[in-house]
């Protein structure tokens, strides 16, 4: 699977890239090498202000099932980027069985 990161103007480092890779294998086990891209974008939607305003975008490209994006936002990134990232999982999932 290819992941990109879309961090625009957040900074990031390599264990947020790890924590992406770590977390995608467990959302998309079941999927195998059916999962040919996931794109995570960062966003804080806030600037400086604060807030639970760290958005994360992420769009997947599934094999027999298209592109799946969702979108969750959270107190900070690694949060925003696990949910976002489980509900793209779940997402997939449930575009598979309805396709059974």
Do not use: W
């Not at 992420?58 to 509900?87: E, H, Q, W």
Request: proline share 3%.
């Amino acid at each position: 699977m290819q992941i990109t990161l879309n961090d625009g103007n957040v900074r990031t480092s390599p264990a947020m890239l790890d924590f992406i890779r770590t977390q995608a294998s467990r959302a998309f086990a079941a999927f195998g090498d059916r999962i040919h891209s996931l794109t995570v974008s960062l966003v804080d939607e806030n600037g400086p202000r604060g807030g639970d305003d760290k958005s994360c975008r992420v769009s997947a490209n599934v094999s027999g099932l298209g592109f799946i994006s969702v979108r969750a936002t959270g107190p900070d990134y690694y949060a925003s980027m696990r949910d976002a990232i489980r509900k793209a999982g779940r997402a997939a999932s449930h575009r598979l069985q309805r396709r059974r």
